[in-house]
């Protein structure tokens, strides 16, 4: 069983930044073998993908609606997935979650997710 664990939600203000944490809490856990996405969930709405990484950052993969804001990267020394975030907007406000698969096709689908965390919080106001 993998334990995922964000953390570094918080509220900020239109145009600040956060960088969300995802570690795993199981020894041995390998991140540059499986791949990691992240998500969020806004009140109302349907879970959408953000992000995702995979070997060590060979490969990553964004939503549109984050492209050029968000970057995702990887400590394996840490075994921790990073989402910096930068130039937020109030619709970026939501719950977000990471969480890891084998091999998801195409990176987004929520269902081929095998292990999630708990989720933090990630509010920005204009």
């Known amino acids: 069983q993998v334990q995922l664990v964000e953390s570094g939600g918080g509220s900020v203000q239109a145009g600040g930044s956060l960088r969300l944490s995802c570690e795993a809490h199981?020894?041995?856990?390998?991140?540059?073998?499986?791949?990691i996405g992240w998500f969020r969930q806004a009140p109302g709405k349907e879970r959408e993908g953000v992000a995702g990484i995979f070997g060590s950052g060979r490969s990553t993969d964004y939503a549109d609606s984050v492209k050029g804001r968000f970057t995702i990267s990887q400590d394996n020394a840490k075994s921790t997935v990073y989402l910096q975030m930068n130039s937020l907007k109030p619709e970026d406000t939501a719950m977000y979650y990471c969480?890891?698969?084998?091999?998801?096709?195409?990176?987004?689908?929520?269902?081929?997710?095998?292990?999630w965390g708990q989720g933090t919080q990630v509010t920005v106001s204009s």
């Open positions: 199981v020894h041995g856990y390998t991140y540059s073998s499986n791949y």
């Open positions: 969480a890891a698969a084998n091999s998801p096709r195409p990176w987004w689908f929520q269902y081929a997710y095998i292990y």
